[in-house]
C-alpha cells in the first residue's frame, strides 16, 4: 500500500521567503509527527498532531515555524521569513493506534531544504 | 526527560564480519525502544522494535537486538555484514505523556563497510 509522501522532495529558497512543506499520511493513521533532521541536531521532533485534539507544538523551534493538518489527513509545515539555520531534512511520520496501544511510526522521504 | 546515547559516531567493519552497535537510554518506565536505519538519500525504515516480552528481538535485514534492563541498553547486532548495510542507524524511544508519542532519537551511527 501507498506509505507516507512528502513533497517537494527538495526546496531552494533564500533567505526571507516562507515555504511550505507538504505530507500525506497513511490513509487511516490518526497521529502525525513533523521531525527535522539537520547537521549538528540530529534528528529532533517538531510538532505531533492526534486526531481533533490541539497537536503538540512543543518542538517547534521558533514562531516562524507553524504547522496545520486539514481534515485529520494531509498537514502543512509552513517556515516563515526562512533563515540559512532552517536548512535540513525534514522528516513527516504517521502512525495509528492498534488496540488502544502505540504503534511504530512509519516516515515519508523527508524534503530537503536549502536556504541560501 | 529520556534521552538516548549512541557513543559510536562511526563504526568500521569489513563485510562479513560481526556488527554490534551501541544505544543506551534513560527513561524512568519501561520504554519502548527502536532502531531505524537511513541509507544515503533514503528515508528512515524500521529495523526492529522492542514493546514488552521477549527481549531478544528480531528484525528485518538479519538484525537483532537485545533489551537489557539493568545496562539501560538495546544494542543492535548482525552477524554478518553486507555491503548493503552501509549506512546511518539510529536508535531511538518512545517518549510516553499526554497520550502522545514523540521519538527521541540517539544521534545516529553511520556504519562503513569495507571489502
Known amino acids: 500500500g501507498a506509505g507516507v509522501s512528502q513533497s517537494p522532495s527538495n526546496k531552494v529558497t533564500e533567505k526571507g521567503k516562507d515555504v511550505e512543506l507538504r505530507c500525506d499520511p497513511i490513509?487511516?493513521?490518526?497521529?502525525l509527527y513533523w521531525y527535522r533532521q539537520s547537521l549538528g541536531q540530529g534528528l529532533e521532533f517538531l510538532i505531533y498532531?492526534?486526531?481533533?485534539?490541539?497537536?503538540?507544538k512543543s518542538g517547534l523551534p521558533s514562531d516562524r515555524f507553524s504547522a496545520e493538518r486539514t481534515g485529520g489527513s494531509v498537514s502543512t509545515l509552513t517556515i516563515q521569513r526562512t533563515q540559512q539555520e532552517d536548512s535540513a531534512v525534514y522528516l513527516c511520520?504517521?502512525?495509528?493506534?492498534?488496540?488502544?496501544?502505540?504503534?511504530?511510526?512509519?516516515f515519508g522521504p523527508g524534503t530537503r531544504l536549502t536556504v541560501l | 526527560a529520556q534521552s538516548v546515547t549512541q557513543p559510536d559516531i562511526h563504526i568500521t567493519v569489513s563485510e562479513g564480519a560481526s556488527l554490534e552497535l551501541r544505544c543506551n537510554y534513560s527513561?524512568?518506565?519501561?520504554?519502548?525502544l527502536f532502531w531505524y536505519v537511513q541509507s544515503p538519500g533514503q528515508g528512515l525504515q524500521l529495523l526492529l522494535k522492542?514493546?514488552?516480552?521477549?527481549?531478544l528481538v528480531q528484525g528485518i535485514k538479519g538484525f537483532e537486538a537485545e533489551f537489557k534492563r539493568s545496562q539501560s541498553s538495546f544494542n543492535l547486532r548482525k552477524p554478518s555484514v553486507h555491503w548493503s548495510d552501509a549506512a546511518e542507524y539510529f536508535c531511538a524511544v518512545v517518549t510516553i505523556g499526554s497520550n502522545d508519542y514523540k521519538l527521541s532519537f540517539g544521534a545516529g551511527t553511520t556504519v562503513t563497510v569495507r571489502a
Open positions: 511520520a504517521s502512525t495509528k493506534k492498534v488496540d488502544g496501544s502505540y504503534n511504530e511510526q512509519f
Open positions: 522492542y514493546f514488552s516480552g521477549d527481549t
Open positions: 498532531f492526534q486526531g481533533n485534539s490541539a497537536p503538540d
Open positions: 527513561y524512568g518506565a519501561t520504554p519502548y
Open positions: 490513509s487511516g493513521h490518526t497521529a
